[in-house]
């Protein structure tokens, strides 16, 4: 199993750009979610999915869009990227019957200029 | 007021200390309760879920305290390679068991 994959590790944008951030899970999981980690803020929800077809916000959603269409996998999109949205971006999943564990995939490192 | 709450740290303890961190979380209806673990540019990594009862891995004791809404990580016999950042991790109840909050992490440090 391959786990929690994200694409691509790093990237550099310009503002007003728009792009998508990959994140694919091969453990047949429910849940899957999406973090943003800035220095001295923690990991803070943007979106999460409790299963295909179904996207709630979390903490920061402005900014950012989400779909789930298939159980594998949940893109993030940035919309007109901002110098505010430089940050690591995490994709986690794990089971909607307990949410004992996420399993995180590596990160994605993002600039904005 | 922030959902989960940590003191940042950083703490700077000598190896075979023992250290403690405590989270407070605002949601009384929070039903789990879990502690992470991120090593310096890497993703969290679960260390403990933290249950009514309190329980003990190893060199590690979670408490759980409703009362008081906080949850405590004990560290016994510190080891240089429990240098990290603790994460404590809150989830909610029922229609918000799905909105899992992290507090912002206290750093540990372990020196010789």
């Known amino acids: 199993n391959a786990g929690v994959t994200q694409t691509p590790k790093f990237q550099v944008l310009k503002t007003g750009q728009s792009m998508t951030l990959q994140c694919a899970q091969d453990?047949?999981?429910?849940?899957m979610s999406w973090y943003r980690q800035d220095p001295g803020m923690g990991l803070r929800l943007i979106h999460y999915?409790?299963?295909?077809?179904?996207?709630d916000q979390g903490e920061v959603p402005n900014g950012y869009n989400v779909s789930r269409s298939t159980t594998e996998d949940f893109p993030l999109r940035l919309l007109s990227a901002a110098p505010s949205q430089t940050s690591v971006y995490f994709c986690?999943?794990?089971?909607?019957?307990?949410?004992?564990?996420?399993?995180f995939g590596p990160g994605t490192r993002l600039t904005v200029l | 007021r922030k959902e989960v709450e940590q003191d940042p740290g950083p703490f700077n303890v000598p190896e075979g200390a023992t250290v403690a961190f405590n989270c407070t979380y605002s949601?009384?209806?929070?039903?789990?309760f879990f502690w992470y673990r991120q090593d310096c540019r890497k993703e969290p990594k679960l260390l403990m879920s933290?249950?009514?009862s309190g329980n003990e891995d190893g060199r590690f004791t979670a408490q759980l305290n409703r009362a008081s809404q906080y949850i405590s990580l004990l560290i016994r016999d510190s080891k240089l390679s429990d240098s990290a950042t603790y994460l404590c991790?809150?989830?909610?109840?029922?229609?918000?068991?799905?909105?899992?909050?992290f507090g912002s992490g206290t750093r540990l440090s372990i020196r010789p």
């Open positions: 986690a999943s794990g089971t909607v019957s307990s949410y004992n564990e996420q399993f």
């Open positions: 453990m047949n999981h429910e849940y």
């Open positions: 999915s409790v299963g295909a077809g179904i996207t």
């Open positions: 949601n009384s209806a929070s039903q789990s």
């Open positions: 933290v249950y009514s």
């Open positions: 991790v809150v989830n909610g109840k029922g229609s918000s068991a799905s909105k899992i909050i």
